[in-house]
Protein backbone atom coordinates (compact mmCIF):
# COMPACT_ATOMS: atom_id res chain seq x y z
CA UNK A 1 0.00 0.00 0.00
CA UNK A 2 0.95 3.84 0.18
CA UNK A 3 1.64 5.48 2.76
CA UNK A 4 1.25 9.65 2.32
CA UNK A 5 1.99 12.46 5.29
CA UNK A 6 0.92 15.82 4.94
CA UNK A 7 0.35 18.44 8.21
CA UNK A 8 -3.32 18.35 8.98
CA UNK A 9 -3.48 22.46 9.58
CA UNK A 10 -1.24 25.36 9.11
CA UNK A 11 -1.73 29.19 9.47
CA UNK A 12 -0.30 32.23 7.92
CA UNK A 13 -0.39 35.36 7.70
CA UNK A 14 -1.71 37.32 4.20
CA UNK A 15 1.28 38.57 1.80
CA UNK A 16 3.38 35.72 3.51
CA UNK A 17 5.17 32.62 2.07
CA UNK A 18 3.85 28.97 3.26
CA UNK A 19 5.52 25.75 2.94
CA UNK A 20 3.11 22.72 3.12
CA UNK A 21 5.34 18.99 3.30
CA UNK A 22 4.20 15.86 1.87
CA UNK A 23 6.43 12.85 2.80
CA UNK A 24 5.63 9.44 0.76
CA UNK A 25 6.04 5.97 0.67
CA UNK A 26 4.91 3.86 -2.34
CA UNK A 27 6.03 1.62 -5.40
CA UNK A 28 5.98 2.03 -9.24
CA UNK A 29 5.38 6.10 -8.16
CA UNK A 30 3.87 7.80 -11.30
CA UNK A 31 3.47 10.96 -10.27
CA UNK A 32 2.52 13.72 -7.68
CA UNK A 33 0.26 15.96 -7.97
CA UNK A 34 -1.27 18.76 -5.55
CA UNK A 35 -4.70 19.87 -5.39
CA UNK A 36 -6.49 22.98 -4.02
CA UNK A 37 -10.12 22.30 -2.25
CA UNK A 38 -12.01 24.98 -0.67
CA UNK A 39 -14.74 24.19 1.66
CA UNK A 40 -17.78 22.57 0.03
CA UNK A 41 -16.32 22.55 -3.14
CA UNK A 42 -14.44 20.47 -5.68
CA UNK A 43 -10.67 19.75 -5.52
CA UNK A 44 -8.72 21.86 -8.58
CA UNK A 45 -5.69 20.83 -10.01
CA UNK A 46 -2.65 23.11 -8.98
CA UNK A 47 0.37 21.48 -9.77
CA UNK A 48 2.15 18.06 -11.42
CA UNK A 49 5.71 16.67 -10.64
CA UNK A 50 7.12 12.97 -12.13
CA UNK A 51 10.98 14.52 -12.17
CA UNK A 52 13.12 15.94 -9.51
CA UNK A 53 12.62 19.66 -9.42
CA UNK A 54 10.47 22.73 -8.64
CA UNK A 55 7.66 23.17 -10.99
CA UNK A 56 6.90 26.87 -10.65
CA UNK A 57 2.98 27.99 -11.61
CA UNK A 58 2.97 32.08 -11.40
CA UNK A 59 2.52 32.14 -7.25
CA UNK A 60 2.67 28.10 -6.44
CA UNK A 61 5.37 26.30 -7.20
CA UNK A 62 5.85 22.54 -6.28
CA UNK A 63 9.63 20.51 -5.38
CA UNK A 64 9.85 16.60 -5.72
CA UNK A 65 12.36 14.56 -4.58
CA UNK A 66 11.60 10.71 -5.72
CA UNK A 67 14.90 9.72 -3.38
CA UNK A 68 13.44 11.06 -0.46
CA UNK A 69 9.79 10.26 -0.87
CA UNK A 70 9.26 14.14 -0.55
CA UNK A 71 7.65 16.64 -2.12
CA UNK A 72 6.70 20.34 -0.73
CA UNK A 73 3.84 23.16 -1.96
CA UNK A 74 5.24 26.77 -1.69
CA UNK A 75 2.49 29.38 -1.68
CA UNK A 76 3.72 33.04 -2.38
CA UNK A 77 2.58 36.45 -1.10
CA UNK A 78 -0.32 35.04 0.25
CA UNK A 79 -3.84 35.74 0.06
CA UNK A 80 -7.35 35.50 1.97
CA UNK A 81 -8.68 33.54 -0.81
CA UNK A 82 -5.74 30.74 -0.16
CA UNK A 83 -7.13 29.65 2.88
CA UNK A 84 -8.43 26.02 1.71
CA UNK A 85 -7.45 22.31 2.19
CA UNK A 86 -4.10 21.34 0.19
CA UNK A 87 -4.11 17.26 -1.01
CA UNK A 88 -0.99 15.67 -1.74
CA UNK A 89 -1.82 13.25 -4.41
CA UNK A 90 0.96 10.54 -4.91
CA UNK A 91 -0.18 8.14 -8.59
CA UNK A 92 1.36 4.24 -8.85
CA UNK A 93 -0.08 1.43 -10.29
CA UNK A 94 -1.93 -0.85 -8.39
CA UNK A 95 -4.38 -3.95 -9.81
CA UNK A 96 -4.37 -2.63 -13.09
CA UNK A 97 -3.80 1.31 -14.11
CA UNK A 98 -2.31 4.22 -12.43
CA UNK A 99 -4.26 5.42 -9.15
CA UNK A 100 -3.71 8.29 -7.47
CA UNK A 101 -3.83 8.02 -3.73
CA UNK A 102 -4.33 11.29 -2.01
CA UNK A 103 -3.05 12.85 1.90
CA UNK A 104 -5.69 13.73 4.16
CA UNK A 105 -5.15 17.17 3.18
CA UNK A 106 -4.00 20.16 4.61
CA UNK A 107 -6.09 22.76 5.61
CA UNK A 108 -4.17 26.46 5.42
CA UNK A 109 -5.67 29.24 7.42
CA UNK A 110 -4.57 32.97 6.15
CA UNK A 111 -5.38 35.76 8.24
CA UNK A 112 -5.00 39.32 8.08
CA UNK B 1 -15.29 23.47 -22.32
CA UNK B 2 -17.77 22.30 -19.93
CA UNK B 3 -16.65 20.70 -16.67
CA UNK B 4 -17.02 17.55 -14.70
CA UNK B 5 -21.27 17.18 -13.84
CA UNK B 6 -22.45 15.49 -11.15
CA UNK B 7 -26.22 15.07 -10.13
CA UNK B 8 -27.62 15.28 -7.80
CA UNK B 9 -25.63 17.36 -6.01
CA UNK B 10 -27.34 16.63 -2.43
CA UNK B 11 -29.01 13.54 -1.04
CA UNK B 12 -30.96 12.38 2.11
CA UNK B 13 -31.68 8.99 2.51
CA UNK B 14 -32.80 6.37 5.13
CA UNK B 15 -30.80 3.27 6.07
CA UNK B 16 -31.24 0.49 4.09
CA UNK B 17 -32.19 2.45 0.83
CA UNK B 18 -30.27 2.39 -1.87
CA UNK B 19 -28.79 5.48 -4.32
CA UNK B 20 -27.57 5.94 -7.87
CA UNK B 21 -25.11 8.78 -8.31
CA UNK B 22 -24.30 10.23 -11.76
CA UNK B 23 -21.27 11.82 -13.59
CA UNK B 24 -21.05 13.04 -16.61
CA UNK B 25 -17.07 13.70 -17.62
CA UNK B 26 -15.58 16.29 -19.34
CA UNK B 27 -15.87 15.52 -23.48
CA UNK B 28 -12.93 13.51 -24.57
CA UNK B 29 -12.49 12.02 -21.53
CA UNK B 30 -12.77 8.03 -21.09
CA UNK B 31 -11.16 7.47 -17.81
CA UNK B 32 -13.92 8.23 -14.74
CA UNK B 33 -13.04 7.46 -11.42
CA UNK B 34 -14.93 7.44 -8.43
CA UNK B 35 -13.85 8.55 -4.34
CA UNK B 36 -15.64 8.96 -1.15
CA UNK B 37 -14.57 11.76 0.89
CA UNK B 38 -15.08 11.87 4.66
CA UNK B 39 -13.48 14.46 7.46
CA UNK B 40 -12.06 11.23 9.12
CA UNK B 41 -10.45 9.38 6.25
CA UNK B 42 -10.00 11.91 3.34
CA UNK B 43 -10.53 10.68 -0.49
CA UNK B 44 -10.68 7.07 -0.76
CA UNK B 45 -11.00 5.93 -4.31
CA UNK B 46 -13.95 3.77 -5.23
CA UNK B 47 -13.07 2.98 -8.43
CA UNK B 48 -12.12 3.41 -12.30
CA UNK B 49 -13.61 3.14 -15.33
CA UNK B 50 -12.38 3.08 -18.42
CA UNK B 51 -14.13 2.19 -22.14
CA UNK B 52 -17.24 1.27 -20.37
CA UNK B 53 -14.62 -1.44 -18.39
CA UNK B 54 -13.76 -1.33 -14.62
CA UNK B 55 -9.93 -1.37 -14.53
CA UNK B 56 -9.71 -0.80 -11.52
CA UNK B 57 -11.24 -0.84 -7.42
CA UNK B 58 -10.44 0.21 -3.84
CA UNK B 59 -11.16 -1.67 -0.67
CA UNK B 60 -15.07 -0.85 -0.70
CA UNK B 61 -17.80 -3.30 0.16
CA UNK B 62 -19.87 -4.94 -2.70
CA UNK B 63 -22.50 -2.68 -1.94
CA UNK B 64 -20.73 -0.24 -4.09
CA UNK B 65 -20.86 -0.92 -7.82
CA UNK B 66 -20.32 1.33 -10.95
CA UNK B 67 -20.42 1.52 -14.37
CA UNK B 68 -19.58 3.56 -17.72
CA UNK B 69 -21.78 3.80 -20.84
CA UNK B 70 -20.65 4.35 -24.56
CA UNK B 71 -20.61 7.77 -24.26
CA UNK B 72 -18.45 7.81 -20.87
CA UNK B 73 -20.94 8.71 -18.65
CA UNK B 74 -21.01 7.02 -14.92
CA UNK B 75 -23.21 6.21 -12.48
CA UNK B 76 -22.36 4.50 -9.35
CA UNK B 77 -24.79 2.99 -7.08
CA UNK B 78 -24.69 2.07 -3.67
CA UNK B 79 -27.25 -0.42 -1.59
CA UNK B 80 -28.20 -1.50 1.75
CA UNK B 81 -27.55 2.31 2.65
CA UNK B 82 -25.49 2.44 6.02
CA UNK B 83 -25.03 5.50 8.53
CA UNK B 84 -21.25 5.14 7.48
CA UNK B 85 -22.05 5.59 3.75
CA UNK B 86 -23.14 9.21 4.71
CA UNK B 87 -19.83 11.32 2.65
CA UNK B 88 -19.32 13.76 -0.10
CA UNK B 89 -18.95 11.31 -3.32
CA UNK B 90 -16.48 12.49 -5.91
CA UNK B 91 -16.13 11.95 -9.44
CA UNK B 92 -13.26 13.05 -11.42
CA UNK B 93 -12.17 12.40 -14.86
CA UNK B 94 -9.10 12.05 -16.86
CA UNK B 95 -8.27 11.45 -21.16
CA UNK B 96 -7.15 8.14 -19.36
CA UNK B 97 -3.61 7.70 -21.03
CA UNK B 98 -0.88 5.39 -20.46
CA UNK B 99 1.21 7.91 -20.61
CA UNK B 100 1.45 12.02 -19.76
CA UNK B 101 -0.16 13.87 -16.94
CA UNK B 102 -3.50 12.35 -17.19
CA UNK B 103 -4.49 14.79 -14.67
CA UNK B 104 -8.13 14.07 -13.35
CA UNK B 105 -10.04 17.04 -12.90
CA UNK B 106 -13.17 16.50 -10.39
CA UNK B 107 -16.84 17.53 -10.15
CA UNK B 108 -18.98 19.31 -7.43
CA UNK B 109 -19.64 15.87 -5.86
CA UNK B 110 -22.94 14.55 -4.46
CA UNK B 111 -23.09 15.13 -0.91
CA UNK B 112 -25.35 12.06 0.89
CA UNK B 113 -26.61 12.34 4.32
CA UNK B 114 -28.08 8.51 5.01
CA UNK B 115 -30.13 9.19 8.33
Known amino acids: GQNIDQPTEMTATEGAIVQINCTYQ??????LFWYQQHAGEAPTFLSY????GLEEKGRFSSFLSRSKGYSYLLLKELQMKDSASYLCAVRAWSGGSYIPTFGRGTSLIVHP | KAGVTQTPRYLIKTRGQQVTLSCSPI?????VSWYQQTPGQGLQFLFEYFSETQRNKGNFPGRFSGRQFSNSRSEMNVSTLELGDSALYLCASSPGLAGGKNIQYFGAGTRLSVL
Open chain 2, 27 to 31: SGHRS
Open chain 1, 26 to 31: TSGFNG
Open chain 1, 49 to 52: NVLD
